[in-house]
T-cell receptor, first 115, second 112 residues
Framework: EAGVAQSPRYKIIEKRQSVAFWCNPISGHATLYWYQQILGQGPKLLIQ????????DSQLPKDRFSAERLKGVDSTLKIQPAKLEDSAVYLC?????????????FGSGTRLTVV | RKEVEQDPGPFNVPEGATVAFNCTYSNSASQSFFWYRQDCRKEPKLLMSVYSSGNEDGRFTAQLNRASQYISLLIRDSKLSDSATYLCVVNVRTGTASKLTFGTGTRLQVTL
């Protein structure tokens, strides 16, 4: 079974620039999550999709972050404009319809450095 | 108060030692519990689920105490390859949605 695919693997941008990350979940997984992991901290949920609808985006800084999941499969996360404190690893995860007792499968992440 | 609290460590133990990690969670509505392992510069990977009756997977034993809102992970006969960060994770389900909340992780370093 193919895992969760993410790209790019690394990205370095200057503050105030824009950046976009892409995620392709495991085939058939209806639920997709974007997490932000700052160095030394655990992953923090930014947004959760079920199919192509948003279930939870309460911790997404909506003034600069946006995400979409067209056709309920791939997803993109965008930051515009980036700030220094956005430097982190952005992890995408997917799970069957309801995570329940199965946990999530994570992609390898995109490491963003804002300078 | 953080939703999931862990001692960040690091725990430095010799090979063969037994080590235990603890975790507390604040949301009494949490329904399922996990330990994830994260190697340096890698993504988190599910280590094991945690059940109220306690469960074991080889050298790893997980325990859950719902009354105290406390989760533990015991590693026996530590190996060098166990060196990693161990993340305590709780799942709260609301309606058809569920959300995993992660602790900051406990770093383990196993030495010769």
């Amino acid at each position: 079974e193919a895992g969760v695919a993410q790209s790019p693997r690394y990205k370095i941008i200057e503050k105030r620039q824009s950046v976009a990350f892409w995620c392709n979940p495991i085939s058939g997984h209806a639920t997709l999550y974007w997490y932000q992991q700052i160095l030394g901290q655990g992953p923090k949920l930014l947004i959760q999709f079920q199919n192509n609808g948003v279930v939870d985006d309460s911790q997404l800084p909506k003034d600069r972050f946006s995400a979409e999941r067209l056709k309920g499969v791939d997803s993109t996360l965008k930051i515009q404009p980036a700030k220094l404190e956005d430097s982190a690893v952005y992890l995408c995860a997917s799970s069957p319809l309801v995570g329940g007792n199965y946990g999530y499968t994570f992609g390898s992440g995109t490491r963003l450095t804002v300078v | 108060r953080k939703e999931v609290e862990q001692d960040p460590g690091p725990f430095n133990v010799p090979e063969g030692a037994t080590v235990a990690f603890n975790c507390t969670y604040s949301n009494s509505a949490s329904q399922s519990f996990f330990w994830y392992r994260q190697d340096c510069r890698k993504e988190p990977k599910l280590l094991m689920s945690v059940y109220s009756s306690g469960n074991e997977d080889g050298r790893f034993t997980a325990q859950l105490n719902r009354a105290s809102q406390y989760i533990s992970l015991l590693i026996r006969d530590s190996k060098l390859s166990d060196s990693a960060t161990y993340l305590c994770v709780v799942n709260v389900r609301t309606g058809t949605a569920s959300k995993l909340t992660f602790g900051t992780g406990t770093r383990l370093q196993v030495t010769l």
